[in-house]
């Protein structure tokens, strides 16, 4: 626990001198993926009657990610919707009162080498909800190693909402495969002409351009590629 806890001291003085919410997302994945065995993602939620999901990190195996995509489990994710309304952190196996949709998108994540799910839910006072999910590789977790992402996500997120600025002054982080299918769109191509070129479906491409767009507060993609090029996210 010893190297955890100084491993946790030094972090919080790199998330203290983050400037950007990029380089403080940076820093909070060097610090938790130390412990090995583990991917993170992260998605902010909204409370409200339409809701919204802003995923702000996507670090599942690829392989998982394609397969929700092109399910669309996103409408039944059951971890997504029960995140909204717990206050604790949670391990995946202890969801209750789930129908057999939902039962079988934790079923399938398993077939993809994830053998524990945690997510660490976190409340703002704006009405949004923050999601952290680690999918560990390993159904055996120590208990340090939980005690130290926990610790470290809540300074991550206290650290994050500090960084708040007003939304024309901020730039937003997209993910890699999100800046890809904005470059492709700039020359042109379509949905399923991108899916081909870079070995996804349509709908994978659909999705991770209208998850782009919701960052870049763009209502269509001529906007969001224009908005994506000013602010130096993508390079035709």
Not at 8 to 24: G, P, R, Y
Not at 73 to 100: A, C, G, L, V
Not at 110 to 121: D, H, L, V
Not at 132 to 160: G, W
Request: hydrophobic share 40%.
């Amino acid at each position: 626990m010893a190297g955890l806890t100084i491993n946790l001291l030094s972090k919080l003085h790199d998330f203290e001198n983050a400037s950007t919410k990029h380089d403080l997302l940076t820093a909070y994945l060097d610090a938790a993926l130390t412990v090995g065995g583990v991917h993170i993602t992260i998605v902010e939620l909204n409370r409200t009657e339409d809701p919204k999901e802003n995923f702000i990190h996507v670090g599942y195996p690829e392989e998982w990610v394609n397969f929700y995509i092109e399910n669309n489990y996103i409408i039944s994710d059951p971890i997504i919707k029960k995140t909204r309304f717990m206050s604790h952190p949670y391990f995946w196996h202890e969801i209750r009162n789930i129908n057999q949709k939902e039962k079988k998108i934790i079923r399938d994540v398993s077939e993809f080498g994830i053998k524990k799910g945690m997510t660490i839910p976190f409340h703002t006072h704006d009405r949004l909800v923050y999601a952290i999910c680690f999918a560990f590789t390993d159904k055996n977790l120590d208990q340090e190693v939980e005690i130290y992402l926990r610790a470290l996500s809540n300074f991550f997120i206290t650290s994050y909402k500090k960084l708040d600025e007003p939304a024309d002054v901020l730039v937003p982080i997209l993910t890699p495969r999100e800046k890809e299918c904005l470059r492709w769109t700039a020359k042109g191509k379509s949905s399923w002409e991108t899916g081909m070129i870079v070995g996804v479906s349509e709908r994978t491409v659909n999705f991770h351009i209208n998850n782009a767009l919701l960052k870049l507060k763009c209502t269509n993609r001529i906007m969001g590629v224009v908005k994506a090029i000013c602010a130096g996210l993508i390079e035709l």
